[in-house]
């Protein structure tokens, strides 16, 4: 008996992408070919201007590829109209950017409630998934504040809310963590892997190695092709870190003389996720 | 469901850059008032002709010197004008109106001459008015009534004289003036009696009687040197149903009077009106192409706000294509915010536009008539002028690429 794999979700065949005319013509991306099967967390790397960003696009249907074939969902989605990527982007694809791209003029609510302002949910059930989705991150209580209120973190992990909110079958997060210091960048690699956990496929650049553990298989393109792919072990994520900054302060702030009995608590509290973690 | 939702997106963005969406709407307010105010003055004026129409015209004949064709008469005097024909010595004399008023189908003929002249209370108290000469037929024909004292008759002397509601106010500042003196053209006159209210401006006298003072037409012939000069006569035919009868014999017997010559023109109550009336559509029609024009500055004003406001936002619009916006949903939150600011302007307008009628109304003595119709012809026109002066952002907004917009460090 063989093992089952998953279908795939992506299957590019020669892809290529030029951008400019004539002479002018350079090349992003020259004969990719890839299968993204279901399920899978895929780090691409690579030196800038290789065509990691240019990849993303294309995948996100943000962009077209200039010649070559690309399956998403067994669909090829190279010749289909506007609206219908639009609306595969709405119901399929989430993103996630490396400068969050929330709305400023509007609360953090409302940012994760707008993609499903185009699936036509209404604002009740729009408001009621969206604070579904913030608490997954823990950020019900910021669900008032205005992007410009929040940190670099919660503002990605606003931004990760809101990618997630319609259910997308597909993450593609481009250099999600490039904007953030080493702990946020911890704990949005952690929110990924855990989203990864729950089935879903993600694809994300990045230029940092340390964030690649985290993935089960890390490609490396060099000059618009693939240089080397790799299927690895991911890391488990780990949960004491997700605990919130600030209630973490309030403890502490409390009575220092609790200190030791609040990081035992912790502990526990961290290890029994695990142990649930590992269940999962 | 999308277009609430898009109304609410493009509400919040208006709120937040105020001053602009204000300074923006105020092109689409003024516009809006200048067209709905054109039009509802218009229509009250117009209105308060065809009223005056309706109660004589229908059964008055109107005889006036010249020999213009009635058919033309707006045409001729719009767009051929005669400067000095005014000046000229009218046709029509006293000798016409005896063997007008001894045709059979002719109840009563009364002449109307006008005297341009000066009215003096005293040294202090002076005022420009139309001296008017004419026989007590004359308020018959027009059904005018006195609020005060009596019209002139056979047997009131020379030197008295009837005024209007308004010229008595205006000297006086009541209308309760019998006996009082006034100087018309240097002569004393006593005052008889003072005019009911009338209609506007545009009558069939084609005078405004509320500001004129009336004598007898052998007062009047004293002004000039004893000869009556005769603007127009005013003619009541026996029944309704015989006035096509009357123009006819009216017709004949003044050629046989004038030698043949046509030198004057029979025309009925309504057709006296046509000239004023159609000289006010015209007028009211010109007014309102060029408060048109205003309403057309204010879309370009709209225009202009969001073509500015796309460019502010093109990365916004990147962040909601890759989030699932097609072009369609883009093109509708921006048309959408177009046409709140149209809208709204168009309402703004037309309360304000209401507010200035009625104060114009009360100043002018007219009664404003803001009819459902003027409303919604002015909230058409501003919903126009949105839809097409924002479809052209709008759709460079949907046009734009994802990618690039999300580049745009704007």
Known sequence: ?280 | MIFLTNAKIAIDSLRSARTRTNLTMLGIVIGVVSITLILSLGESVRQSGINQVNDLGNKLIVIRPGGMQSGNIANNNLFNPSPIAPYATTTLQEKDIKPIEDLKSVRSASPLMLINGSIDKNQLATQQASILATTPSFAEALKLGTSNGQFIDEETNDETVVIGQQLSIDLYGTDQILGKKLKLRGVEHTIIGVLQKTDGPIGISGIDLNHSAIISLSDGKKFNQGIAQLQQILVVPEKAKQRQTAIHQIKTTLSKEHNGEKDFQVITGEEAVVVSKSFYHFTTTLTAIVAGISLIVGGVGIMNIMLVGVAERTREIGIRKSLGASNRHILLQFLIEALIISVLGGFIGIIIAIAIALFIGLMLGLTPIISLQVMLISLGLSVCVGVIFGLGPAIRAARKNPIEALRDQS
Not at chain 1, 74 to 99: D, L
Not at chain 1, 152 to 167: D, K, S
């Open chain 1, 1 to 280: 008996m063989t093992p089952k794999t998953p279908p795939p979700v992506i299957k590019l065949k020669d892809l290529h992408k030029n951008y400019g005319f004539g002479d002018a013509i350079t090349t992003a991306l020259d004969g990719m070919n890839l299968t993204i099967n279901k399920g899978e967390f895929v780090a691409i790397m690579g030196p800038s201007g290789c065509g990691k960003t240019t990849l993303l696009n294309i995948l996100g249907l943000l962009d077209k590829a200039t010649s070559g074939e690309y399956d998403l969902d067994g669909e090829p989605v190279e010749s289909i109209s506007q609206s219908r990527r639009a609306q595969i982007r709405r119901e399929q694809i989430g993103f996630v950017f490396q400068s969050f791209n929330l709305l400023p003029r509007q609360t953090v609510i409302e940012n994760v409630a707008l993609p499903l302002i185009y699936s036509g949910k209404t604002h009740t059930k729009r408001l009621q998934l969206a604070s579904k989705a913030l608490r997954l991150f823990h950020l019900q209580n910021r669900e008032y504040y205005m992007p410009h209120q929040l940190s670099g973190g919660q503002m990605q992990r606003v931004a990760i809310a809101r990618a997630l909110v319609n259910e997308p079958s597909i993450i593609l997060a481009d250099e999600p963590t490039g904007n953030l210091d080493s702990r946020s960048s911890e704990i949005i690699m952690q929110e990924l892997s855990e989203i990864h956990q729950r089935g879903n496929t993600i694809i994300m650049v990045t230029h940092n190695s340390r964030l690649t553990s985290y993935a089960d298989r890390i490609i490396y393109m060099l000059d618009g092709k693939i240089d080397t792919d790799s299927k690895v072990e991911p890391k488990k994520p780990d949960l004491t870190a997700k605990i919130p900054l600030s209630a973490k302060r309030r403890k502490v702030a409390t009575s220092k003389s609790k200190k030791k009995v609040v990081s035992k608590k912790v502990a526990k509290k961290t290890t029994k996720s695990k142990k649930k973690a590992a269940k999962k």
